[in-house]
């Protein structure tokens, strides 16, 4: 039996344009931010005031972790077709897999499946969202998030888990632990929660492409790299 | 002489994360929302509430658009890698060029180079940022994004130039029409202009995967289209 | 300790041009076709004249399938940026995972740890490489392939543990499980083996663009995907 | 009206597969090279011969420049999302745009407008294919692909016309120069040319990244160049 070809996210006619339910000129331009218009495209509902705050927060955080491989491969990409910045910022999301910006994927799927601690060591011989090469024994951002959380009432239940899976293993509770399990206290799924690095990091690829249109830096990389690459072949 | 290698957007060290001379965990994180955040990334420096508003209904405005070509290269490529989610978001975002979303970049190009009515009209003999196959006469996200734009004090030369050159040529002034005249009178450089449609619709996209992994349709547009563009050659 | 910064790939001065070892104008151009430089890559070594017969077979086998999802994701971004048409490709090629050319992948890592046939059936509830929608009880490019792989000397133990599986399980053997197998006999790295899949697709991807460019249906597709798609949410 | 939906490249049944009217099993694999089959692609027939032998070389040409920004971008993307190598490809792929690849396809565009050397001159202030940082006076590739084309008998009006530019400019006449004009000489359609290099760079970066896999560099180069870039920044 032929599947439906349907998406229930957005139709319009001549003068009426509606995305989830919402008129977007009249319910939503000037009413919602853009992290309030990510939450409604991932839940479908509008975000409240604490969640509205809470997680912006989170895909803010997300945005800018400045040069990264990502971010060099958007610059680089930018150097050979600067006619088409937006193939540069899609080559520099194309490396958001399982070792950067997955593990806030792993983080909330495996907290999806429990929250308690025995079980989380047991099951997960590498826990996914702890330790970091620089922030030790905290970091910032995980410190701050929490804050948040408690603030706006989200601080739960995923958060104490995580906090104690990272103190059980004596390791760092990195942001993308941290926002992992806040993607769990606000009822994301987790499918949706690479997602969130995704459209962060897209925002922060197009501020490394406005800087390396004015600020080259993509071919001094490349001749350099080149250079000490290939130097033991050269006769 | 060697070109240096040199970003000036972020750097962090054990206890601190700047991000544009401004402390993430401290001065952003529960500060700034994502469009907030975007403002940073492509001026530098944090927008006041007015230019808060207006620039986060701009770029929210290009976040969803149904289904377009962009969602279904996304969902198509997000059957055949599921895993990879972020390379569909980049696939979709691969088309983002000079048909679609380029017409902002070139609305905010052309104005950047003059408002005198009359040579806009010589100078261009098609003007970017006319005309919608739907909305007609007006497009509801122009009269609206005006609206906010009044209300704010950033209703200027750049969208009266673009009313009247749409009045003169008695087409509709499209979203990304306004969209462009807005970025000038918020005096973004008109090279970042086309990233404010590539982030939203990063942000746009990650929602079509997500209702994509619930309710799938790229499998039977696939089969649909198969069929039927090559019926013509089964003996 | 600085991991090195080190390819083995090639070099070049001002008269001479070196990849992976060979003068490119003098022993490679005009000696070596398009599949034997691909075998070059992959091995390090040119191919005699039976390995690029097999070998240039197995990448042409992968390099058109029709209007497969690829193909639609490449054409609907020409659609949007036909200025820069290897972004299409490459929107084409991201959705190669490990629903459609992953199989080949899979089987050659699975053959590589063992060819044992109960091993094979343990280990693997769904083995990768068999069935297909299409072409039962025989794909024909299995049994041309594995006729090409007699010819040259090359049908062996990879390609026989295949077959045997196949009627284990009551299966076609597919063209991606015979090319899984084949890339054992030849040796290759499982690890290149996806990569076989990504550099013909690519060969064909530019093939559907061209006839994009020439017979457009993206457009057409678009439009009437959008208006089945979302019908039911209009009033 | 509505276009049609229509491909003309291949199509299936339960025990046949046709492409561009070949049966593939029959009268492609084991008979066409996967340039040959490139060939077809481009052009819908089967290359004769000299057509195989020159085409071949053509494509070989552009397989394989060692540490590109291209291949950079590909190894680099690789590092984050190892899983989908398929998106390190598209990633490299992405900046085939202007700057490099794309002076294959100036050329060929403008010797199909014209190959009279005064209108040449006049109507190009910057002709495409000529100078080369490095191979200087000769490009040794071209040298050989013009030796090549001779030796097929397809050296023609359109080498001739590069050849008389670069000598009045005082330049190099460097292989995508030379390739362009070869391309014309097969009567290659121009919008097709830039594929010519997607398609063989997609060769080349599956080789990077096997590269990759197996002696990683991405890393180093990414630490090394976020330390230079931001040093400045730190207090």
């Known amino acids: ?46 975000p409240d005031a604490k969640e509205s705050k809470l997680f912006n927060a989170m895909v803010v955080t997300l945005v800018e972790h400045g040069v990264t491989p990502s971010a060099l491969a958007a610059r680089l990409t930018y150097l050979g077709a600067p006619e088409a910045m937006q193939a540069a910022v899609a080559a520099g999301l194309c490396g958001l897999g399982s070792v950067f910006v997955g593990s806030t994927e792993g983080v909330a799927k495996m907290l999806s499946e429990t929250t308690d601690i025995n ?21 910032p951002r995980t410190r701050r998030l929490f804050e948040i959380a408690r603030e706006t009432g989200f601080y739960g239940k995923y958060c104490r888990a995580m906090e104690e899976v990272a103190k059980a293993k004596n390791l760092t509770l990195n942001a993308t632990g941290a926002i992992g399990a806040l993607a769990c206290e606000l009822g994301l799924d987790w499918k949706s929660v690479r997602g969130l690095g995704v459209m962060a990091r897209a925002v922060g690829l197009v501020g490394h492409i406005l800087e390396e249109s004015r600020q080259p830096m993509a071919e001094a990389v490349w001749l350099q790299v080149e250079e000490e690459a290939s130097r033991h072949l050269k006769p």
Chains 1, 2, 3, 4 share one sequence.
């Open 119 to 139: 079980e989380l060591l047991e099951r997960h011989k590498r826990v996914p969202g702890l330790g970091h090469p620089l922030h030790k024994p905290v970091d």
């Open 1 to 46: 039996m032929k599947k439906p070809i349907r998406s229930d996210i957005a139709w319009s006619d001549r003068t009426r344009i509606v995305v989830r339910g919402k008129d977007l000129p009249g319910e939503i331009l000037g009413h919602l931010n853009l992290g309030d218009m990510a939450f409604l495209e991932l839940t479908g509902r509008v």
